[in-house]
């Protein structure tokens, strides 16, 4: 029993370019969850998903885009990075309480 | 207006002391839950500790219990018998229910980095 799982663990992007992180849980959860976490801002939301094939948008969706195809994977898309993205990301998930991956250190050039 | 407030950017306790850390909130809706969640420098989130708005007693969760006093909205995680493993950043979050029970978010407070010394 994984839990939840991110990939990759860090990466290094140059501005403009695109990159997807995939998160995967085996708890047969329906809610599904990416952060982003910056120094002094706590956790802030990013989008978010009800179901299989659903997707909504958080609290700071602009750049990102997210696709919920097999209800365990949850992958969060950055199209054309830009250093403002530099941050780490968390996905979650949970029906009431939230469980967290490890984590991705992303560093945007 | 926030909705988590954590007032305590750091606090300082001696191992094998209790120490206590804040959290306020601030929501109208009736049903909703708080959590309080550990970030060791290591970097993973770790879930402590549950209380829903309508449960009548205070969470525990061995050392971790949370002093509930929901006429003044507040949420603050006591630590008994602090360990140096402890040391690390704490969370305070909320999920409001919402209409028809359809919001599943959480709004995380900005944390409080516990030090416990030897």
């Known amino acids: 029993n994984a839990g939840v799982t991110q990939t990759p663990k860090f990466r290094v992007l140059k501005t403009g370019q695109s990159m997807t992180l995939l998160c995967a849980q085996d708890?047969?959860?329906?809610?599904m969850y990416w952060y982003r976490q910056d120094p002094g801002m706590g956790l802030r939301l990013i989008h978010y998903?009800?179901?299989?094939?659903?997707?909504a948008k958080g609290e700071v969706p602009d750049g990102y885009n997210v696709s919920r195809l097999k209800k365990q994977n949850f992958l969060l898309g950055l199209e054309s990075a830009a250093p403002s993205q530099t941050s780490v990301y968390f996905c979650?998930?949970?029906?009431?309480?939230?469980?967290f991956g490890p984590g991705t250190r992303l560093t945007v050039l | 207006a926030q909705k988590i407030t954590q007032t305590q950017p750091g606090m300082f306790v001696q191992e094998k002391e209790a120490v206590t850390l804040d959290c306020t909130y601030d929501?109208?809706?009736?049903?909703?839950?708080l959590f309080w969640y550990k970030q060791p420098s290591s970097g993973e989130m770790i879930f402590l500790i549950y209380?829903?708005?309508?449960?009548?007693q205070n969470a525990t969760e061995g050392r971790y219990s949370l002093n509930f006093q929901k006429a003044r909205k507040s949420a603050n995680l006591v630590i008994s018998a602090s360990q140096l493993g402890d040391s690390a950043m704490y969370f305070c979050?909320?999920?409001?229910?919402?209409?028809?029970?359809?919001?599943?978010?959480?709004?995380f407070g900005k944390g409080t980095l516990l030090t416990v010394n030897p």
């Open positions: 979050a909320m999920r409001e229910v919402g209409s028809g029970g359809s919001n599943y978010k959480l709004t």
């Open positions: 979650a998930s949970g029906n009431w309480e939230q469980f």
């Open positions: 998903s009800v179901g299989e094939g659903t997707t």
């Open positions: 209380q829903g708005s309508y449960d009548q």
């Open positions: 929501t109208s809706d009736p049903s909703y839950g």
């Open positions: 708890m047969n959860h329906e809610y």
